[in-house]
């Protein structure tokens, strides 16, 4: 394992991308997407009952845009901190991606949800033309069910509407009640009579940074970032993130990161309830 640190910052120098965890004052940072009301207040919650952050958040090195971590940033926000420990990254890497999610709606009887969204007059696709129409821009969303495939067309292709868009169909299926769950395209299962798997334009890098620097954020789940290296349980007391004296809380942040155990686990390993794709450094006191 190879670590080295400055009296602010910790690097990670043998993971598959150099890794800097560091102290960042949260106006550093710009989230890209919105967050969930009922996900942020549940974060909230379980920060006042243990206030310590596990994880870090994820971000670009050269925009402070967050990769992964954008309700723990608003939760620490509302919650009176100052600075976030980041895992600063370079986005511009190629072994960072960005892909898409696909949602799974599922219904008991989705024939009133289809009768709301057939007056937004989706047109009739194979699946292979309804992930080209994604790709071309020409469509914003397709759902698959068992017997046909429709696409929902759209003359605006900005990323921004176009996620937009799609998001709006996800809260139509919400009022009629239906149970959405988000997968990536290795774990998305096939529709039965009960559910319907909708799908997505997928945004490029430079769409996603330049909506950022522009302070327009996306819906949430529009994107899913595949980073091949990540810092786990670095456990950071809120206090810390609470101080108007950041030079201290940046020698203590540092200085804990010190004295813990890093262990490298490999792409498939499960921590807590997770199973993590990617390689993991997992941060686990001595």
Known sequence: MKETSS??????????????LALKR?????????????????????????PVLRHPI????????????THRLAALK???????????????????????????????DPSDLMK?????????????????????????????????????RSMDSSPLNLCRRAFALEQIARDNHAKITYADKNDARDVSPTSIMMSTIR???????????????????????LIPSRPLGTSVP???????????????????LTTMRIRKLPEGSVVGSRRYMEEVFLFEQN
């Not at 009296?7 to 800097?20: C, G, Q």
């Not at 949260?26 to 243990?50: F, M, N, S, W, Y």
């Not at 600075?83 to 986005?91: E, M, Q, S, W």
């Not at 057939?118 to 017997?147: H, Q």
Request: with cysteine.
């Open 203 to 225: 945004l490029e890098k430079r769409e996603v940074v330049e909506s950022c620097i522009k302070q327009e954020l996306f819906p949430p789940k529009s994107t899913r970032h």
């Open 7 to 20: 009296p602010r910052s910790f690097s990670i120098t043998d993971a598959k991308i150099p890794i800097l």
């Open 116 to 152: 709301r969204l057939n007056r937004l007059s989706p047109i009739p696709v194979s699946d292979v033309d309804g992930e080209k129409s994604l790709i071309e821009r020409s469509s914003y969303a397709t759902l698959r069910r068992t017997e046909q495939c429709l696409a929902f």
């Open 238 to 256: 809120l206090r810390w993130l609470k101080t108007n004296n950041i030079e201290e809380a940046e020698t203590e942040f540092e200085k804990h």
């Open 26 to 50: 949260t106006g550093e940072l710009r989230p890209h997407e919105e967050t969930v009301q009922d996900e942020l207040r549940g974060i909230v919650k379980a920060l006042e009952h243990d």
């Open 58 to 69: 994820i971000a670009d090195s050269a925009t402070g845009l967050v990769l992964d971590g």
């Open 78 to 108: 509302m919650l009176g901190c100052l600075t976030v420990p980041v895992a600063l990254i370079d986005y511009e890497n190629p072994l960072v991606g960005v892909d898409r999610w696909f949602r799974t709606i599922k219904l008991h």
